[in-house]
């Protein structure tokens, strides 16, 4: 992998963990996930309307099927994730969904796209998905469980993250994709994706006006927060991916899990530091096998 995208996925990582805490934190649902899609459409307005004017005219229906793809998918992360937040810890489903999305990308970029990846990479790879495995709570994460409602609030991170890493690994594909085979802009196609996506969670949020006007009242600030600064993150992963293979890009986002190690448990006060210790240094090892594979 170029220095240059490894450094990109770095900074993408420790972005992405900031923002899913600020999500965590705002214990949202489809209405934060609208909030932040739209804060996102208006804070970006400018550079995308810029790209648009230059650039939409010469797509094709190629690109507008991938960017509306993209803003479903989307859509089906925040709602999952978010759902997945309200309902489990964020050292559960985070983990499980950076883990699950980005290594079934990878795997299907080498099956379908032709991608190669060495002996070193798929043991970076291992090395990723273990210390997901580790930060999520290692072997010891069913044994400590000692009632029925604690069971089943693992469970439900579980499968909230599982669902999440499907819609990582769907998108990654579709806008991998978009960037590496049709040339798209990432910077626009991200845009027209987000706004895609905002239109589609118009309705439900027009169903409650009142509910949503409470929800913006006690979470605007950390819409604006993820919204600002989410795209950055997903724009620098998406530039990564014009100049490296997917099946390397997409694992080495792993990295954020370092991140949400070394500040989530500190920020939302959730236990197993040393095993999340563990993890990330296994991540850490994993990316720089990947880097030199």
């Not at 309200?86 to 499980?96: E, M």
């Not at 913006?216 to 998406?238: D, E, F, I, N, T």
Request: net charge positive; aromatic share 10%.
């Amino acid at each position: 992998m170029p220095v240059t995208a490894l450094v990109l996925v770095v900074l993408a990582g420790l972005i992405h963990a900031v923002w899913n805490i600020a999500a965590k934190k705002a214990d949202g649902d489809v209405r934060f996930a609208f909030f932040i899609s739209l804060f996102t459409v208006l804070v970006w307005a400018p550079l995308g309307v810029y790209l648009g004017w230059q650039q939409l005219g010469t797509w094709g229906f190629a690109e507008w099927a991938c960017a509306a793809a993209s803003g479903v998918i989307h859509v089906l992360y925040f709602v999952v994730l978010l759902r997945g937040y309200r309902k489990s810890d964020l050292t559960v489903v985070y983990p499980l969904a950076r883990g699950s999305g980005p290594l079934i990308s990878s795997m299907v970029a080498i099956a379908l796209f032709g991608e190669h990846i060495s002996a070193l990479g798929f043991a970076g790879i291992g090395a990723v998905a273990f210390g997901v495995f580790l930060i999520a709570g290692g072997p010891g994460i069913w044994s400590k469980l000692r009632t029925d409602e604690q069971r089943e609030r693992i469970h439900k991170g579980v499968q909230y993250g599982v669902l999440t890493g499907l819609t990582i690994a769907s998108y990654t594909l579709v806008d991998g994709y978009s960037v590496k085979v049709l040339l798209m802009s990432p910077i626009l196609a991200f845009y027209v994706a987000c706004s895609v996506q905002t239109l589609l969670m118009v309705p439900p949020v027009l169903q409650d006006l009142g509910m949503a006007k409470q929800h913006w009242q006690r979470q605007w600030k950390y819409a604006l927060l993820v919204g600002a600064v989410s795209p950055v993150s997903y724009v620098m992963v998406l530039y990564a991916l014009q100049i490296a293979p997917l099946s390397h890009v997409a694992p080495a986002r792993e990295v954020s899990m370092l991140f949400a190690a070394l500040l989530g448990g500190h920020l939302l006060g959730e236990g197993d530091r040393l095993a999340r210790l563990c993890g990330a240094v296994c991540i850490c090892l994993g990316v720089a096998a990947l880097a030199l594979g």
